[in-house]
């Protein structure tokens, strides 16, 4: 069992930044492959970004490519992701994820989830 507790959401203007921390509860960090994805008002929940255990593979979704850096840190049981250039389409519940295996943007394969936070992006 993994817990994920998300920090770091907020409101911020368009072009602004943020960066969302998520704290992992479990001594095998290093054994599952992690990731971030958002929900917004009315819409499903959608891959942003996903890193694989030693973070040298990553993967994110076209709309965030050059904006959005998903990063770990095995040492304290945390990944993070780097918000930049933030658009109002940004807006939406951000969560952690964790798996055990492989990476992947399918929402219904990863098995443990964080809370989400609130990240709201004001044009």
């Known amino acids: 069992q993994v817990q994920l507790v998300e920090s770091g959401g907020g409101l911020v203007e368009a072009g602004g930044s943020l960066r969302l921390s998520c704290a992992a509860s479990t001594r095998a960090f290093n054994t599952y492959s992690m990731g971030w994805f958002r929900q917004a008002p009315g819409k499903e929940r959608e891959f942003v970004a996903i890193?694989?255990?030693?973070?040298?593979?990553?993967d994110s979704t076209n709309s965030v490519k050059g904006r959005f850096t998903i990063s770990r840190f095995n040492a304290n049981n945390t990944v993070s992701l780097q918000m930049n250039n933030m658009a109002p389409g940004d807006t939406a519940v951000y969560f952690c994820a964790a798996r055990r295996g492989g990476l992947t943007r399918d929402v219904a394969n990863w098995s443990y989830w964080g809370q989400g936070t609130q990240v709201t992006v004001s044009s």
């Open positions: 890193v694989g255990l030693s973070g040298g593979v990553t």
